[in-house]
């Protein structure tokens, strides 16, 4: 089975037409993209095209389109998005909680529907218990997972529906459901995302691949193997820096550190695990491996972990994950296009090649 | 201010139906129906037509049996440039800050051209198999709560807090802002006859959307509303043809076989929607309620068949009347859709366009 590479899609109004952008720029965008004032809350259909044409030219299979109250909704961009590009796909980041399973399953498969089938998803169970009170959720940790598990479960049941659906859970009860509108292809590829032990759980008895953010294969092994033993696939989450020499990628690792070395825009994320993680870690632990860079995680979030060297050397280390058993990674990088142009022309034939 | 028309638009797969009796409802619900699947191509012919035909906006219609209609309203809006969209959603099916995050980022990429029909659901049944177990009244209450957590994110001055029987928000924030050149929220169409439904319309609604009925049976209605600063939009079908023994022709050729009827009626006597039952009786018992108002096809095409049937000058006349008594929209179907559509657009628009102007004309002279 050959790796599938995912991208970030970038915020709103985050792609610069001209070009002209450097790293430290796109990052600091994407940083403030949580202030009211930012130009991400709005949806930026040309920006948003300009980067798919590039990630389809640089053979990515899918943007992910996260979830937050800072952003619009990522159904309604991957419909829109769809129209404009014919070949990328889209995985729709999802909290279980903020719909009925059945207007899930019918908003699904109507985006399948009017994009030729280009479409999973990315069920999140949630990290801020502030923002999930917004969004009238109050539920705990624990019980979001449970809840999911019965979301998910009711889902499934409508993709393999022989049928009506019933199913009678502590969440979620539904009778004599059915939907006319199909789902285009067979059923929607589910990644489940998170650190705890209820996440792995729940991609074990509901997803389809597992997803987390890149830590050393030394650590991430038994982990991977759990999960590639139970059929599921496993996908990483993590940064790119790429330059021709390392001393190149060093300095331009450093242009992305904050100039207030206290800065945090994580402080909301009180209930995930995967962020407590990232709140834990010592700096004498940045570098897991010689190509792996935990260094923005304590300001900006385990997501923000980065595979940093030349071309040969990230190479390298995806085949790596490859030789253990990771099958799919979501990427990003500073600036989004220059980034994934230069990783189809320099890194991904090197993959392809071995 | 000249009226507005709106057309319903047609499920997937209609639009190439020649016939009427093809896209009855109870037709629509079949496993085998076309209109489970979006119908992109027959759905950018329509649209463009509509704005030809000189249509303000097209009503997706929501149920179990098509596409959702947030996502048809995005599709279809990437094609067309002035055409607007009124989303028909039900409320229960998901937390108000989401319907509201999903409606301004489709008010983002379409330019603001989004509206919202907000029904109440009409099928106990149809209720349940998403997870709604509210009987009637309690679904309407449940309304009245939701609108007003979504009105308090429109007027998007702080965080929302709202603690209710049925919704419950603590430091809301949505971060995409409705986007409109005009407005800083969607317009919101409350349909239904029952005395919740009139309620919720005169609380939170910018308009009360209805059935059709004769100018004298809702003068006190629409007054209602417009006296409180809603306004009032009627649902009705069209069939204009250049005489009235032609147009009463095609009525006739409408009337579809025996069995769609025996099922379209126990949709229509099962159901616990007001709306529903006042239609099926009037269709019943009185047929035409008035020269050009029809009620004889209800029980093959459901509730919303009341049908205005006469030549151009009769149906523009007919439109003018609504106007005097304060009606200011409406949404009109016919058979088949495209057609009908074109012909009020060609032969019954013009004449209500220029009976406007003049009256117009005629205010100036008199201020002069």
């Known amino acids: 089975m050959t790796l599938k590479f995912h991208w970030m899609l970038p915020k709103g109004n985050e792609v610069a037409l001209d070009g002209r952008q450097t790293p430290r720029e796109a990052a600091r965008y994407r940083i403030e993209s949580m202030q009211s004032t930012s130009a991400a809350v709005r949806p930026d259909i040309v920006g948003w095209t300009h980067f798919a044409r590039h990630a389809e030219a640089a053979g990515i299979d899918s943007v992910l389109i996260s979830f937050s109250r800072y952003e619009p909704d990522p159904f309604v961009v991957a419909c829109a998005l769809g129209q404009a590009v014919d070949k990328l796909k889209f995985i729709i980041a999802y909290r279980s909680g903020l719909m009925q399973p059945t207007t899930f399953v019918q908003q699904m498969n109507t985006v399948s529907a009017l994009v030729q089938g280009r479409v999973s998803f990315n069920i999140v169970a949630g990290s801020s218990s502030e923002e999930q009170r917004g969004y009238g959720d109050y539920l705990s940790h624990d019980e979001r997972y449970a809840r999911a598990e019965e979301f998910l479960a009711v889902c499934n049941a409508f993709w393999r529906a022989n049928g009506d659906v019933d199913y009678e859970g502590k969440y979620y009860r539904v009778e004599q459901a059915k939907l006319a509108t199909p789902f285009i292809g067979t059923a929607p590829a589910i990644y489940v995302s998170g650190h705890s032990e209820q996440s792995e759980q729940l991609a074990h008895s509901q997803g389809s691949c597992w997803l987390r953010v890149a830590e050393s294969p030394a650590k991430l092994k038994p982990i991977v193997a759990r999960t590639r033993e139970r059929g599921l696939g496993v996908c990483l989450r993590c940064c790119l820096l790429c330059r021709p020499t390392r001393a190149e990628a060093l300095k331009a690792v450093e242009s992305l550190l904050p100039e207030d070395t206290h800065e945090n825009t994580t402080t909301l994320k009180d209930d995930s695990q995967m962020y407590r993680e990232g709140h834990e870690l010592k700096s004498d632990s940045y570098w897991p491996e010689p190509w792996l860079w935990t260094g923005l995680v304590p300001h900006y979030g385990p997501v923000w972990t980065t595979m940093i060297g030349t071309p040969q050397e990230l190479a390298g280390a995806f085949l790596e994950y490859e030789r253990i058993g990771v099958s799919e990674f979501i990427l990003s990088g500073w600036p989004e296009v220059e980034t994934v142009d230069l990783f189809g022309r320099e890194i991904l034939p090197l993959i392809n090649r071995s | ?368």
């Not at chain 2, 919303?304 to 006349?317: C, E, F, K």
Request: aromatic share 8%; charged share 25%; hydrophobic share 40%.
């Open chain 2, 1 to 368: 201010m000249s009226l507005r028309f709106h057309w319903m638009m047609p499920k997937g797969g209609e639009v190439g139906m020649k016939t009427a009796q093809e896209t009855s409802r109870v037709a629509t619900t079949k496993a085998s129906s076309p209109a489970a699947l979006p119908d992109m191509e027959g759905w950018e012919t329509f649209a463009r037509c509509a704005e030809e035909a000189g249509i303000e906006g097209v009503l997706l219609s929501f149920s179990r049996y098509e596409p959702d209609t947030i996502f048809v309203a995005c599709a279809v809006g990437q094609a067309t440039t002035k055409l607007k969209f009124i989303v028909a959603y039900r409320l229960g099916l998901m937390q108000p800050p989401t319907f509201v995050q999903q409606i301004n980022t489709l008010s983002g990429l379409i330019a603001g051209r989004v509206s919202l029909n907000i029904v109440a659901g009409s099928s106990a049944i149809e209720q349940r198999g998403y997870g709604d177990f509210l009987d009637h009244d309690e679904r309407y209450a449940r309304a009245e709560e939701f609108l007003s957590v979504c009105h308090a994110f429109w007027a998007n001055k702080d965080e929302v807090n709202f603690a209710g029987k049925y919704c419950r928000i603590e430091k809301g924030k949505i971060f995409t802002p409705f986007q409109a050149p005009d407005r800083s929220e969607p317009e919101i169409y409350v349909s239904g006859h029952s005395e919740q439904a009139q309620h919720l319309a005169m609380t939170q609604a910018s308009c009360y959307l209805r059935l059709i009925d004769t100018p004298e049976k809702l003068r006190p209605v629409v007054k209602r509303f417009r006296d409180n600063g809603v306004e009032v939009c009627l649902r009705l079908c069209v069939i204009c043809r250049p005489t009235m023994d032609e147009a009463v022709g095609a009525v006739q050729a409408l009337l579809p076989a025996e069995e769609i009827e025996k099922q379209e009626r126990k949709i229509l006597s099962s159901s616990d929607s007001q709306t529903l039952k006042d239609a099926l009786s009037a269709a019943d018992n009185v047929g035409w309620k008035n020269r050009n108002l029809y009620a004889g096809l209800v029980p093959f095409y459901g509730s919303s068949a009341i049908t205005l049937v006469g030549t151009p000058r009769d149906l523009a006349q007919a439109f003018l009347e609504y106007k005097e008594i304060g009606v200011t929209q409406f949404i009109i179907a016919g058979w088949p859709k495209l057609e009908e559509m074109m012909i009020f657009g060609r032969e019954v628009l013009p004449l209500v366009r220029e009976a406007e102007e003049d009256s117009y004309a005629k205010a100036q002279r008199r201020k002069a």
